[in-house]
Nanobody, 116 residues
Framework: QVQLVESGGGLVQPGGSLRLSCAAS????????MSWYRQAPGKERELVAK????????NYADSVKGRFTISRDNAKKTVYLQMNSLKPEDTAVYYC?????????WGQGTQVTVSS
């Protein structure tokens, strides 16, 4: 059974930082493409960042380039999203996604709220 468990969300002031974690089980993590998505109220879910391949190739949404960093620890089967210089428009539920053997798996989501 595949499980993705996110943690690290919370309330932060504009300009602050948070680090999200997603622990995976039930998949061959090293071969899975791992991504972070987010969904704000009234908006569609959007891709934030993706990390794929043995070399850890990364892609980012234009809105987070230079502020967010995705990384993975294959030994711990965990993917991270370091979020710096947070803005109110980053407020959303953040979801971990794994794409493995042509199937998508999702975590339950973690709330990130950026507000003063």
């Amino acid at each position: 059974q595949v499980q993705l468990v996110e943690s690290g969300g919370g309330l932060v002031q504009p300009g602050g930082s948070l680090r999200l974690s997603c622990a995976a089980s039930g998949i061959n993590f090293s071969f899975a493409a791992m991504s972070w998505y987010r969904q704000a109220p009234g908006k569609e879910r959007e891709l934030v960042a993706k990390i794929i391949g043995a070399g850890g190739s990364t892609n980012y949404a234009d809105s987070v380039k230079g502020r967010f960093t995705i990384s993975r620890d294959n030994a711990k089967k965990t993917v991270y999203l370091q979020m710096n210089s947070l803005k109110p428009e980053d407020t959303a539920v953040y979801y971990c996604n794994s794409y493995f053997l042509a199937r998508n798996y999702w975590g339950q989501g973690t709330q990130v709220t950026v507000s003063s």
